[in-house]
T-cell receptor, first 115, second 110 residues
């Protein structure tokens, strides 16, 4: 079946602009995660949805970052007033339950470059 | 704080040699542990996951991991490395949310 789909695969934007990154999870998966990965680093947790609600948004670095999942399926990560330090690969993952040994299934990521 | 620690950011082995990638976790309760692999410009792919009650877990591509509660370890092994195993490997832990280690890059020499 279809895996986790992330669009766009690459995004180049100018400092100060607004960007939206989209994630389409595996059908039926209730949990959805966003991570950020910089070169040579492990995935850094941003936010976790269980259904439509953000179960944990403690990883969002500041109020320029916001994510939604209005119908409990597709999610959008929104970054306002982008900064060069926001440049990274943004990974989305979904999980059937999100708890216990239910694994995460990752998309291929969106590479964001802020110039 | 809950965490996983991967010892060695880079590991280099010869083709055909044993692969051993180390992961230790901190927790006072039995965790839910996973190993993921990441090839260049791709997302993370699940290699294997710990199942309660099992000590040796088999995964894809000939990898396996041994859960040792007494040592709080979940090391990843493969008896014979292939060139195609060259990638970055992440140990992960689920306790209310997923935590990832900093990763180990595996280089396989011909």
């Amino acid at each position: 079946g279809a895996g986790v789909s992330q669009t766009p695969s690459n995004k180049v934007t100018e400092k100060g602009k607004y960007v939206e990154l989209r994630c389409d999870p595996i059908s039926g998966h209730t949990a959805l995660y966003w991570y950020r990965q910089s070169l040579g680093q492990g995935p850094e947790f941003l936010i976790y949805f269980q259904g439509t609600g953000a179960a944990d948004d403690s990883g969002l670095p500041n109020d320029r970052f916001f994510a939604v999942r209005p119908e409990g399926s597709v999610s959008t990560l929104k970054i306002q007033r982008t900064e060069r330090g926001d440049s990274a690969v943004y990974l989305c993952a979904s999980s059937l339950r999100g708890t216990g040994n239910s694994p995460l299934h990752f998309g291929n990521g969106t590479r964001l470059t802020v110039t | 704080a809950q965490s996983v620690t991967q010892l060695g950011s880079h590991v280099s082995v010869s083709e055909g040699a044993l692969v051993l990638l180390r992961c230790n976790y901190s927790s006072s309760v039995p965790p839910y542990l996973f190993w993921y692999v990441q090839y260049p410009n791709q997302g993370l792919q699940l290699l294997l996951k710990y199942t309660t009650g099992a000590t040796l877990v088999k995964g894809i591509n000939g990898f396996e991991a041994e859960f040792k509660k007494s040592e709080t370890s979940f090391h990843l092994t493969k008896p014979s490395a292939h060139m195609s195993d060259a990638a970055e490997y992440f140990c992960a832990y689920n306790f209310n949310k997923f935590y990832f280690g900093s990763g180990t890059k595996l280089n396989v020499k011909p």
